[in-house]
C-alpha cells in the first residue's frame, strides 16, 4: 500500500477538489443570503456543457469559459425568480433544476453535434488544466474578506440571518438574494467548465457524478466558512483520489472502492448536520411589509 501515499496524491487532491470548491464557495453565497441551493449539480452540468460546446466551436478556453459563467448564472436567475420572486419551495426548485439538466445537455449536444453521449474532443492546445484551480484557490481568502470586511458580505450575512432586520436597515433583501444566486450560479459553473475542458477534454453525460451534492455536503461540514469549507473539499478529494489510486492496487472489489467519496459523504452528513448551524433565514422566503 506504500505506493498509493506519493507525491501524486497530493496533486490529485488539489486538482479533484477545485470543482467541489467552486461550486461549494458559490453555494456559500447563496446560502448566506438565506436561499438553498441544492441545484449546484445542475449548474456544474449546464458549465460542463457550455464550457465544451462554446469551446469546441471558437477554439477559445477563455471564451468558453466566460460562456460557462454566463449559462451558470442564467440558471441561477431562474432559480432566483422561483424562490425569490414567486416564492417557490427552494429545495423544489433546486431538484427541479437538477432533473432539468440531466437531459438538456443530451438534448443540446445530439442537435449540435448528432451525439448525445458526448461533445466532440476538444484540442489539448484549448484545455485550461489550471487556471480554474487558481481561481479556487485565491477565491478562499476573498470569499472570507468579502464576507467579513465589505460592506456587501456584511449585509449579505445579514439577510441571511434576519432579513426583516436587514430590511428595517435599509439594506434592499431581494437585491442581495439576487446578487448572491447569481454568483452562486456563476462560480458553480466555473466548476463544471473545469471537468469539461480543465481534467477531460470534452463534455460526457452526466459527467459532474453527484459533485454537486458532494459540495453542498462540504459546504455544511465546513459551517458554511469559506476556510473549513475548502478544508471539506480537500477531504473529499482526498477520499476520490484514493479511491483511483487504489484502483489496482488493494484487493477490493472495485465497486466498493468507487463508492468511497459517496459514502464518505453520507457519514459526513450524518454526523454534522446537526452539529453545524445554518443560517437563521436559510429556505426561508422574505415578504416585505407594506
Known amino acids: ?21 467552486l461550486a461549494a464557495l458559490g453555494g456559500l453565497y447563496s446560502e448566506r443570503a438565506g436561499v438553498i441551493n441544492i441545484a449546484l449539480e445542475g449548474l456544474m452540468l ?24 454566463v449559462a451558470g448564472a442564467a440558471v441561477a436567475g431562474v432559480h ?6 414567486f416564492k417557490a419551495d427552494q429545495v423544489v426548485s ?44 485565491a477565491l478562499v481568502p476573498l470569499t472570507w474578506y468579502v464576507l467579513n470586511r465589505t460592506p456587501f458580505g456584511l449585509r449579505l ?16 433583501v431581494a437585491r442581495i438574494r439576487y446578487a448572491a444566486v447569481l454568483l452562486s450560479g456563476a462560480l458553480a459553473a466555473i466548476g463544471g467548465a473545469y471537468l469539461s475542458i480543465g481534467q477531460a477534454s470534452l463534455f460526457t453525460r452526466n459527467m459532474t457524478a453527484g459533485r454537486g451534492f458532494i459540495a453542498l455536503a462540504a459546504l455544511i461540514f465546513g459551517k458554511w466558512r469559506p476556510v473549513q469549507t475548502m478544508l471539506a473539499c480537500l477531504l473529499f478529494g482526498f477520499a476520490e483520489a484514493m479511491s483511483i489510486q ?19 459523504t453520507i457519514v459526513v452528513l450524518a454526523g ?5 448551524r445554518a443560517p437563521r433565514a436559510l429556505g426561508l422566503p422574505y415578504q416585505k411589509e407594506r
Do not use: H
Not at 505506493?3 to 477545485?18: H, N
Open 246 to 264: 487504489m484502483q489496482g492496487v488493494a484487493k477490493i472489489p472495485v465497486q466498493f472502492i468507487q463508492i468511497i467519496p459517496y459514502v464518505l
Open 1 to 21: 500500500m506504500t505506493e498509493i501515499f506519493t507525491l501524486s496524491i497530493v496533486l490529485s487532491t488539489i486538482r479533484l477538489a477545485t470543482p467541489l470548491l
Open 46 to 69: 449546464a458549465g460542463a456543457f457550455t464550457a465544451a460546446a462554446v469551446t469546441y466551436y471558437t477554439q477559445s478556453p477563455w471564451v468558453g469559459l466566460l460562456a460557462a459563467v
Open 80 to 85: 432566483a425568480v422561483a424562490c425569490i420572486q
Open 94 to 137: 433546486g431538484t427541479a433544476i437538477n432533473i432539468l439538466f440531466l437531459g438538456v445537455p443530451a438534448l443540446l449536444s445530439g442537435a449540435l453535434f448528432s451525439s448525445t453521449g458526448a461533445t466532440p474532443q476538444i484540442p489539448k492546445e484549448n484545455l485550461i488544466p489550471w487556471t480554474p484551480i487558481v481561481i479556487a484557490v
Open 272 to 276: 454534522f448536520i446537526g452539529a453545524s
Open 157 to 172: 450575512r445579514a439577510v441571511g440571518e434576519n432579513p426583516e432586520a436587514a430590511d428595517a436597515a435599509g439594506v434592499g
